[in-house]
């Protein structure tokens, strides 16, 4: 089937006609942006072919923007050289038609007809779904739709299966399918087809010896239990007896009571030694108080040393600090002086500035003052003449609208006139005497144009009477005296004799009306703000010329001035040397009151301290203290020794820790008591448990549940025994069933493996059950689609679907392919082995490319066709 033109009316965003002819029978290729319209176009194929003209869904249909409309699509093709048509309007007066060579089906027929030529089923109601789109849901791929094959190839299998039988001349066996489907039932009651997981009978025979084994195993437990407790009973019984006789809680009791006397002791002695360290703590308290005093002594005579040796070099830093202060006075007067001699200069050469800057503004004042005073007389001009073109376009205005009129009435009254004299009798007379007209005399030559019944008098010849032969005259007549009074009264209202003298009149107020708008611009550049404006501007640039030559006689004479910059920088640096001067007096008195108040401060300090060394009492007080230290010292040293005596008595009282001995003694004790305690309840514990256990019938239980759990695992060995004899039937079976459909679907795996090596080389597609792609094998490696990446999927889909195409055409069955932006996320490479593919697939198929991406296909050698183009040729 090859398309050769398609008309769109209405449809989407199409709101007026687009026709697309002249196809290609092989590679079309149609580009723009985004949403120009390229999947409206491929969706309007889509609906013509396969949509039902009466579905109600449809409505999505009319064009944007239009609450109604008529969506139409027609398109041409040929089908193994007949020529075809298919026409159907959707939404509003439905209908469809399709003509194949002389043989015309309508509405319902047609759409069959369409179902059984393309391969795909109608839907029953509602929308077309994927199920029933075949074999164009294969091959018609919508925009971002080329990586999904399993689908649509799933819907499209019966088809290809078919065109597989066709071509191989084999075909599937519907009995072994049925066989293998009949062992498959069977299996799938024993075994899950996925996970072949036990299911039905067998899980329920695997689950019930499960539980009779679990509850076998308890009652093993149980036995082994009764018998463990028996045991366990005996030699709790003989451990008991055996503590008994012993005793051993009375032995740890007497051996925490001497653990508990040797304690005491320790602690008498740790008393005794906390009462010597406090006296020690005493004593050294008392002996540090004059060992204080002594030492506040010596420090005291030390810093009085020092102190003198820090006045001395004190004193001869104060008498240089004094002379740099001296020095520093002076330099600072000197530099005052320059500075205000620079102020000066700096001053005058200011003024020399300010003077430069009054006389230039002087000059821009009076170039101002110039300058207003012509625009204000251009203006005037301006003005002068804008007035006077006003007033004579007063005179000369001419209402326009009545002026149309006129023109217009004048034209219908010529035409009128025209058609008045065209239907009078019309008499060309040529008289060599003369003749009466209704009692009028006529003579010599002209023409008569009689516009109603006349009698024509030719003397003694008799004469004439003529009635014109147009019934209508009169009525015309009467209405050209109606079209001359209006016209009458349109010029007496305009004032002018003429239709020409009112149009001149008006040329003359138009040219006027210009005039007086150009004189405006004039005046408007001139004065933008009006003429009183400009006055006011140029009293304001004299009265600041004045202001400015008020100012420039008032500034001291500067014949002698410096130049600014040089006299700004002379002060600058005379301003920093003074700063500079100004700054080492500062740190100089600084340094002067600084060394002064620090010796005065420090002679007072030392006289203090000196005073203080000299005093008799603190020389008496001092003998006092350092005897005292002698003797304290003694008494220190003898507390000491005795501390130390008894520190090594309660060492060797604490070696065995005596308190935590009898602490662990007593504990031993309650311990063992206790766990013989325990082993009493335990073993009346044990004697009701096999009490209760002996009476229940223990053994008679496990008997009877041991034959459940042999009858039960046999149960389950039998169906275990018959899943696995039909899965494997089953695999037998598929196996045969397999190679028989390898050796079917021959033709379509060389077809996949001509396309495939173009970007997979040495790689085969292993398909499923509806012929879909499964795996792609390469380097011995099978990965699943879901595995491959979505450009890999959408370059295998692209591939696939050619493939697809050559089973069907060979076949007998019609095929179109349409790719719809097929191949966005494809690398340059391998873009250019799927274009390799296109341009082999089009020497047997017609393809429609959609692409946003025109410079990426601009190598393949066919006319690229814009759609803004087609929109702009409708």
Known sequence: MKLQSIAIQEFKQFTGRLVIDDLQPGLNLFVGPNEAGKST????????????YKASHLKDLLPWGKASGQPSVEVSFDLDGTPCRLSKQFVTRQRCELKIGQSVFGEDEAEDKLASLLGFSRAARGPLKAENAGVPGLLWVQQGGTQEMRDSTGHAAQYLRDALTQLSGGSESAGEDALIAAVQR???????????????????AEQTLARLIEERDELEQQRRQFEENIARLAAQQEAFDDTQRKRPWELHEQKALQAQLRADAAAELERSLQGLAQALKASEAELALPLQQEQ??????????????????????????????????????????????????????NAAV????????????????????????????????????????????????KLKRLAALSGELSVLRARTEAAMTRIEYRLNGAMTVDDETVSGEGVLRLDGEKRIGLGTLGELRVVPGVSDLPARLSELASLEARHAQLLQALGVASLGEGESRHEQWKALVAQQKSQAKILEVHAPQGIEALRAASATAAARMQAANERLAGLPDVSTAAPLDDARRNAEIARDALEAARKVLTQAADKKSTGMANEEALAAQLQRKEAQLSDEAFCRNRALWQTKIVEQRVQVEALRKQREGRERELE??????????????????????????ERQVRIAGLRSQLETVGASGLGERL?????????????????????????????VLVDERDAAVAQLRAPLTERLGHYLKRIFPQSTIALGDDLSPATLDRYGRADTLDALSFG???????????????????????????????????????????????????????????????????????????IEDLKVAA
Request: some cysteine.
């Open 41 to 52: 176009i491929a969706e309007a194929v889509r609906a013509v072919f396969l949509e039902r």
């Open 652 to 677: 060797a009282a604490r070696l065995d820790d005596p308190a935590a001995e009898a602490k662990r003694y007593r504990a031993s004790a309650e311990l063992a008591r206790s766990e013989q305690n």
């Open 703 to 731: 008997a009877a549940l041991e034959a459940r759990v042999e009858q039960a695992t046999r149960r389950k060995d039998e169906l275990s025994l018959r899943a696995s004899a039909l899965s494997l039937l089953d695999e």
């Open 186 to 204: 069977e299996l799938r009651q024993l075994l899950t087809a996925r996970t072949q997981k036990s299911t039905g009978p067998l899980a329920e």
């Open 354 to 401: 300010t003077a430069a800057d009054l006389r230039s503004q002087i000059g821009l004042y009076r170039a101002e003052s110039e300058r207003l005073e012509a625009s204000i007389a251009a203006a005037g001009t301006a003005n002068d003449a804008m007035l006077e073109a006003a007033r004579e376009a007063a005179t000369l205005e001419i209402d326009e609208a």
């Open 296 to 349: 506040n002594a010596l420090e005291l005579e030390a810093a009085v040393a020092r102190e003198r040796q820090q006045l001395d070099a004190l004193r001869a830093s104060v008498a240089a600090v004094q002379a740099e202060h001296a020095q520093a006075a002076a330099s600072v007067a000197q530099f005052e002086q320059a500075f205000a001699d620079a102020n000066r200069a700096l001053e005058l050469a």
């Open 792 to 866: 890999t999927r959408e370059q295998l889909g692209i591939l696939t679907r050619l493939a697809y195409a050559d089973l069907l055409k060979a076949s007998g069955r019609p095929t179109l392919l349409m790719l719809d932006d097929a191949a966005v996320h494809t690398d340059a490479a391998r873009r250019d082995a799927i274009k390799r593919a296109l341009i082999d697939a089009a020497t047997r198929h017609q393809i429609l490319v959609f692409t946003c991406h025109p410079e990426l296909w601009d190598d393949l050698g066919v006319r690229q066709r814009a």
